[in-house]
């Protein structure tokens, strides 16, 4: 197995951002770029290993306000009623500006363009930088995520109740709610590695963790709007991956992410939920690789 480089920082967007690199260095770029509250350590190493050895310069890195890449303190903490609402004049920033942060990044690794992966918000701010900057997207994968349309891919109750309860300062509360998080939002279908996720949230703690910058985040999301109409003028590969038990966004995020992007495809996994299992790693990548042929990438076009 392939390993991650040392964590760097690069200047982006006016903030600093951590992240780190595997894979040949005139590999084909490709950017991962992770959900709410979740450090690149959200994408497994053994996930990037397989990437990389298929001929993919795998960079995963921290959005601002997560891990080691800047907080934005100084904003605050936005209320849960603007939050909702998705009230825009109270959002420290919005989802254009994580896309800006990736592009900054971009431009340091000293990268015309690049393949892009996102899951979750990732896939939501993926979906921006084409929207805004498509000349510089190769190809696109969107997972487990959806169009900012309100009443699309909406959580159940209890993944709703999940995604708003208090984040522990203590490290061993912070390790049990993450178990407890992934026990609701996680795929039924497949095992769940409890050991994993436990070793990751712990990790997550040690690099820094800030329940304010979650809130910033989450509410950049509620107050970026609806993508739809530039997903449709999008004229690029892409892909849209999403598991069908998924309760955090709901499988309906993904078909209209789909039906949005012209000629997009649509690969629903049965038993998948709102992660990323070991066993479906393998399925990811073919995924990946293939929209990266068809934009003339890795492999052999389709």
Same mark, same amino acid.
């Given at each position: 197995?392939?390993?991650?480089?040392?964590?760097?920082?690069? !200047?982006?967007?006016?903030?600093?951002?951590?992240?780190?690199?595997?894979?040949?260095?005139?590999?084909? !770029?490709?950017?991962?770029?992770?959900?709410?509250?979740?450090?690149? +350590?959200?994408?497994?190493?053994?996930?990037?290993?397989?990437?990389?050895?298929?001929?993919?310069?795998?960079?995963?890195?921290?959005?601002?306000?997560?891990?080691?890449?800047?907080?934005?303190?100084? $904003?605050?903490? !936005?209320?849960?009623?603007?939050? +909702?609402?998705?009230?825009?004049?109270?959002?420290?920033?919005?989802?254009?500006?994580?896309?800006?942060?990736?592009?900054? +990044?971009?431009?340091?690794?000293?990268?015309?363009?690049?393949?892009?992966?996102?899951?979750?918000?990732?896939?939501?701010?993926?979906?921006?930088?084409?929207?805004?900057?498509?000349?510089?997207?190769?190809?696109?994968?969107?997972?487990?995520?959806?169009?900012?349309?309100?009443?699309?891919?909406?959580?159940?109750?209890?993944?709703?109740?999940?995604?708003?309860?208090?984040?522990?300062?203590?490290?061993?509360?912070?390790?049990?709610?993450?178990?407890?998080?992934?026990?609701?939002?996680?795929?039924?279908?497949?095992?769940?590695?409890?050991?994993?996720?436990?070793?990751?949230?712990?990790?997550?703690?040690?690099?820094?963790?800030?329940?304010?910058?979650?809130?910033?985040?989450?509410?950049?999301?509620?107050?970026?709007?609806?993508?739809?109409?530039?997903?449709?003028?999008?004229?690029?590969? $892409?892909?849209?991956?999403?598991?069908?038990?998924?309760?955090?966004?709901?499988?309906?995020?993904?078909?209209?992410?789909?039906?949005?992007?012209?000629?997009?495809?649509?690969?629903?996994?049965?038993?998948? %939920?709102?992660?990323?299992?070991?066993?479906?790693?393998?399925?990811?990548?073919?995924?990946?690789?293939?929209?990266?042929?068809?934009?003339?990438?890795? %492999?052999?076009?389709?």
């Amino acid at each position: 197995m392939l390993e991650f480089g040392e964590e760097l920082f690069a !200047p982006a967007n006016g903030l600093e951002l951590c992240y780190q690199e595997m894979g040949e260095p005139d590999g084909e !770029p490709l950017l991962l770029v992770m959900g709410l509250a979740t450090q690149l +350590l959200g994408w497994d190493e053994r996930f990037c290993s397989l990437l990389a050895e298929r001929g993919f310069r795998v960079v995963r890195f921290d959005n601002r306000d997560i891990g080691r890449s800047t907080k934005l303190d100084g $904003a605050g903490v !936005p209320s849960l009623l603007d939050t +909702l609402g998705g009230r825009r004049a109270s959002a420290a920033y919005l989802l254009r500006d994580m896309a800006a942060d990736a592009f900054g +990044l971009i431009d340091h690794l000293g990268w015309d363009s690049a393949h892009i992966v996102g899951a979750s918000m990732g896939g939501m701010i993926v979906q921006t930088m084409a929207i805004e900057r498509p000349q510089r997207v190769r190809s696109l994968v969107s997972m487990m995520s959806t169009t900012g349309a309100r009443w699309i891919g909406t959580p159940t109750a209890k993944a709703f109740s999940v995604l708003f309860s208090k984040r522990p300062t203590d490290r061993e509360a912070f390790i049990e709610r993450g178990v407890n998080t992934f026990r609701v939002i996680g795929s039924p279908g497949y095992p769940f590695d409890e050991q994993h996720v436990r070793d990751v949230a712990g990790r997550s703690f040690d690099r820094g963790q800030s329940a304010a910058g979650v809130a910033r985040q989450l509410h950049a999301i509620t107050a970026s709007g609806d993508r739809t109409a530039g997903l449709e003028g999008l004229s690029l590969p $892409a892909t849209v991956i999403h598991g069908n038990r998924d309760p955090l966004v709901r499988p309906s995020g993904g078909r209209a992410t789909a039906a949005a992007i012209p000629g997009a495809r649509l690969k629903l996994i049965d038993g998948m %939920g709102h992660d990323l299992p070991r066993e479906l790693h393998p399925t990811f990548a073919d995924e990946i690789e293939a929209v990266a042929a068809r934009a003339g990438g890795v %492999g052999q076009p389709t």
